[in-house]
Each structure stands twice: as C-alpha cells, then as structure tokens.
Antibody, heavy 119, light 107 residues
C-alpha cells in the first residue's frame, strides 16, 4: 500500500526557510490524487497548509499563501514544502498526506516530522 | 473559513461504554465530513468519511452520523486500544479545516 515519509531539517532559524520533502512509495505520485501538507502545533491544532497534483497545480491555505511553495518531482515520486520567513509560531509537526481521489479527506498520512524554529 | 467545533474536549469512560463525540460546522457542509483517530505519538488515521462511511479495516464499533452542520462519532463499546484523540475535518470548502480534537481516556 502507499506509504509516505517526510524528511528535512528539524531545526530552522527565525526568518529562515523551512524545507521538507515527502517521499511516496508503494504507488505512483502521477495518478489522480492530490498530495497535501498538514501541520500540527499545540496552539493551533491541525492546520491544512496546501496541496499539489501531478501536473503541478497547487492550492494553498490563504493564511499561509504568501510564504508557502509546494512543488512536485514525478521522476523521484516525491513532493516538497517550502515555508519562508518562519517564526516560532511555525514550530510544529509537519505531515504529508495523500488526499483521496474526488474527495477532500486524507489517507494515508506520513509519520510526521517535528520542525522547531529557534536560534 | 469554516469553523469546526468539537465537544467535549475530553471524555473519560470505562471499557465497554458507549462514547459519543459531536462536531459542529459553522456553516452547512452536507455530508463532507471525515473523522480521524490519532494515537499518542502517531499520525492521524482516517476512520470515517462522507460523515458515515467506515474506512476499510476500521472496527465496526465505530460509526458516524449527521449532515449539514451537526455530526457525531460513536464508539459503541469502548476498548483499551481506542485511547486516542479524535478529530473531525470538513471537506466541503477550502481551506480544509479541522476540529480542535476530543481526547478519549479510559477510566
């Protein structure tokens, strides 16, 4: 079955850029699904960040849109998140997830990776 | 944005008890609602989609109901392995939004 695995630095300096990658195994990223990023922090709970499909079309949460870029690499079967100008409020567990075809719920999810913003 | 409000924020029940969690949307979302289970230290797992459809492999003691703005998740007979936090998520409008979670504890 499809599995997702996040990777990237666990510590980012304030005002820097957070960069994460989600590797997809057990299935092709080039199908009909959309691929999402969701984060979880104690203060804001679960927050949808944005998503991308195989052709590179994206949709972002307006609250983060000015700072977020999601990209896809079909040849490597992975997609990525970049969040710029980070602050302590961006400290969270970041999950990648597959959005099911023709619906807006998530299954499966990656295991998550903790990113801390601190100097 | 559509606000999702869950209640209660936590519930403590005994093994075998019936547990019900409610989720209210700030505007109508038809049946575009999902429920997730998150065990400590793990990622959320899809339990219920389209308000009442059970995800493959999920025990039948879990059920969902509702439409419009009011929804519920019921565990018919609580088991020890159901210790977790449960989240609802509206799937009708962007940005997709989640409830704040309900923590289920075992007495």
């Amino acid at each position: 079955q499809v599995q997702l695995l996040e990777s990237g630095p666990g510590l980012v300096k304030p005002a820097g850029t957070l960069s994460l990658t989600c590797a997809v195994s057990g299935g092709s990223i080039s199908g009909g699904n959309w691929w999402s990023w969701v984060r979880q922090s104690p203060g804001k709970g679960l927050e949808w960040i944005g998503e991308i499909n195989h052709s590179g079309s994206t949709s972002y949460n307006p609250s983060l849109k000015s700072r977020v870029t999601i990209s896809i690499d079909n040849s490597k079967n992975q997609f990525s998140l970049r969040l710029s100008s980070v602050s302590a409020a961006d400290t969270a567990i970041y999950y990648c997830a597959r959005k099911v075809v023709v619906a807006n719920w998530f299954d499966p999810w990656g295991q998550g990776t903790l990113v801390t913003v601190s100097s | 944005d559509i606000q999702m409000t869950q209640s209660p924020s936590s519930v403590s029940a005994s093994i075998g008890d019936r547990v019900t969690i409610t989720c209210r949307a700030s505007q109508g979302i038809s049946s575009w609602l999902a429920w997730y289970q998150q065990k400590p230290g793990k990622a959320p797992k899809l339990l219920i989609y389209a308000a009442s459809s059970l995800q493959s492999g999920v025990p039948s003691r879990f059920s969902g109901s509702g439409s419009g703005t009011n929804f519920s998740l019921t565990i018919s007979s609580l088991q020890a392995e159901d210790l977790a936090t449960y989240y609802c998520q509206q799937a009708n409008n962007f940005p997709l939004t989640f409830g704040q979670g309900t923590k289920v504890e075992i007495k």
